[in-house]
């Protein structure tokens, strides 16, 4: 009796824990990056420069800023370098040489000054003091560095064999104000303003180069640096890589040369590119697009990619060269009219690079890449399926999948609390159960947070005007390439409407996300329900809830089907049911984990000894697979091989799939 207690205890407390870790959990879940409501500006252009005038200040018309003069600075140092920045989009304002920055409210009272002169003197002995942190941190990095042009010939080739860098005679002076730890295996890249004035710096460490760190003020600068012994140029040249820096200052490229981290351009630095009139974008094309509209389409130039080769590094390594290339760049923007003579680097740029063209791959989704190509900037998809089948489970693995191959993604979900949405995302990141390895949660959640996903913070009803408001800014601020919309019913709600309006709420939403997606140049998700129907038929195109909108304006249409209702020995499936870039329909097998809340295909079972024959088969069909993958790894990255591990894993589920792919097209 009393044992039978004791244990009973236990088994209580036991369960007290996990109650409570699991509220840890949600708690540290909770810590993510969040779209507010209160982060959407709510001033415009106009109105900015209306209130500037009214104060008697010149405003000059820029790029991307209003420029103006900074009073708080120029009364104390009567120089003409007193700039302030104020950005178009947001408002938000910043003057390089005093580093007062913020939101336009805080300027707008200072302007009016509704504020006394405490608040000012706050503010600008905050932004004074912030600004001497920053710089006394990089002398104490200089303090404990080298300067690479201290560095020998032999030094220098080793880190550049350290760090793959190109060696070039001269790299030491490219890359003179780049400091090196003692030891040769740190290096800290300075980043500058406006005024090139240090702001910051990025710090590489061998080995871990994809996981630069960054350090300084929200004001931060960007890495520049010029080839030696060339003439001057107004013009800057931004490349992805620091790899595509070198290779462009080796080849006496003239130009400032600027490295655009993975082509991300936070809106806070743009103010360090207004003084260009002409910029030069070389990179993965899809990304430079969206750069190319933050920068000013007019003074952008592209380099498209030739016969595959995308990048600087790409096309140094053939051979081509990169002056040439970057002379004959064409301009971003095309008038609304165009001609095929305006379009036709375009073509030839498409026909090229069939495979890039074909989008991001999913690792974890194999023959869905079969049939849709990959996950292309510009479309809409609509997923739809009957209640309860887990489309909101496989649509966070779809969009996870991306985003670990750095497609920055928007969620906003509408059913589910952005925390149980990212406990989901999470455990299907880590592929185990959460609950039973909570002594593993810091690190996978530390890994997690790394990743670009952001989150709409508000859900349930919410009228279109402002979920569009709060897109827009979202892909403004953090260079959004993919946007989720869980679902659209939920976000409209379910009010008590007759069916008409309500249908024709939804086909406006629809209109809405599409103009966005081909507008932005952004991939818009659309999650929505079915139509009642009766559960023994198939659900198709027309079964989508609303009016046939969706399925039009759509470029995918994606149903999950699930069998497992209706059928004994059913299964579930996603069946692509539109794709208007190849055409190719058919069906992906849904097979669930619980555990790791997984939708993607089970690794193959060995193959059993006593049976020869398919296991010959086998090693046959694995070495063609693993040939035809070191071609195309060798294609997309020519001087890296790092992912060949991961796709070896997929290929597994290639010819798991591959009958039934077959099967489908012959139907
Ligand atoms: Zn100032």
Known sequence: MLQCLSAKRYSSIKLLINVWNCECLYKNIRNIHNVGLEDIPKITVTN???????????????????????????GEEKTSGSKIYINKATGYFLCPKCNIHGNWNILERLLKKTKGEAFIKEIRETSHK???????????????TISLSKLNETEMLDLCRLF???????????????????????LYFPLKNTLDNIVGYRKVQAGKEDESEHYGLHTAGLYSCKAPKVGRSDQAILVPTIQDVLYLAGHKVPGTLIWLTNCSLPPIVL??????????????????RAVAEKLGEDRCRFVRPTDGLVTATEAAIANLSLKTLVSEAKPAAHRSITTFAAIRDDVYAELTNIEKMKGIKWRRFPALTRLLGGHRRGELTVLTGPTGCGKTTLCAEMSLDLAQQGVNTLWGSFEIRNSRLARTMLQQFAGIPLEQNLQDFQKYADDFQKLPIYYLAFHGQQPIKIVMEAVEHARYMHDIAHVVIDNVQ????????????????????IAAFRTFATARHCHVTLV????????????STSSIFGSAKASQEADNVLIVQDKRLTAVRGKKYLQVAKNRYSGDLGIVPLDFDKDSLSYQPKKKNKAKQDEPDKLLNQCFEEF??????????????????KEQKHRDVTSNGN????DILHLNRTR
Request: charged share 30%; net charge negative.
């Open 490 to 509: 939920f976000m409209l709600g379910l009010a008590d409407e007759r069916d008409g309006d309500r249908y024709q709420r939804q086909d406006a939403v």
């Open 655 to 658: 010819s798991y799939l591959s």
């Open 130 to 144: 912030d600004f001497e942190k920053v710089q006394n941190d990089w002398q104490g990095v200089v303090n404990e």
């Open 528 to 539: 929505m329900h079915p139509r009642k129907e009766r559960e023994s038929e198939d659900l």
């Open 271 to 288: 103010p360090v590119l207004e003084n260009y009139q002409k910029l030069c974008l070389w990179g993965d094309w899809d990304n430079m």
């Open 624 to 641: 063609s697979v693993k040939e035809s993958n070191y071609v195309s790894d060798f294609e997309n990255k020519p001087y890296k091989q």
């Open 48 to 74: 900015i420069r209306k209130i500037l005038r009214q104060k008697g200040f010149a405003v000059q018309d820029g790029f991307t800023s209003l420029i103006s003069k900074c009073t708080l600075c120029s």
């Open 164 to 186: 793959e860098y190109p060696y070039h005679p001269e790299t030491n002076k490219i890359l003179a104000d780049v400091r090196i730890s003692p030891d040769h295996t740190i």
